[in-house]
């Protein structure tokens, strides 16, 4: 998402909140066409279904946990001004124009703080994203 936000334009792609489905659809289905994971539907007490790898690798589990872990570290580095506008837009999934009322911030001010934000986690991140 990092690398393909510059291609993204309002317009002509859809809502921000679809593109990024997309992409993070994309990059799931060519990491499980690439390692043969396969899927089983399954039911959990409630009756709701939910699906499990049936070739789950205990490897791959702990990589997706360290990479969280990362992340979360990443975003603690993250000054507050930048933490609240990326906890705003990825975690409450609100607008970018939805935050700037709510923090009574210039729309700009909004999308400058949100850039440097996702640039540094791109770097504190490293390869793991």
């Not at 992409?23 to 009756?47: P, Q, T, V, W």
């Amino acid at each position: 998402m990092i690398k393909s936000s510059l291609t993204y334009k309002a317009g002509g792609m859809g809502s921000f909140r679809a593109w990024l489905f997309m992409i993070a659809h994309s990059r799931c289905m060519d990491y499980f066409r690439k390692n043969n994971i396969k899927f089983e539907a399954l039911e959990n007490e409630d009756g709701e279904e939910f699906y499990c790898a049936t070739n789950s690798d205990v490897a791959h589990n702990l990589m997706i946990s360290k990479a969280y872990e990362r992340l979360q570290q990443c975003v603690g580095k993250l000054s507050i001004v930048q933490r609240e506008v990326y906890v705003l837009r990825q975690e409450s999934e609100l607008t970018i124009p939805q935050i700037s009322v709510i923090l009574d911030v210039p729309l700009e001010t909004i999308k400058t703080r949100l850039r440097y934000a996702l640039e540094r986690l791109r770097v504190c991140m490293g390869d793991a994203y």
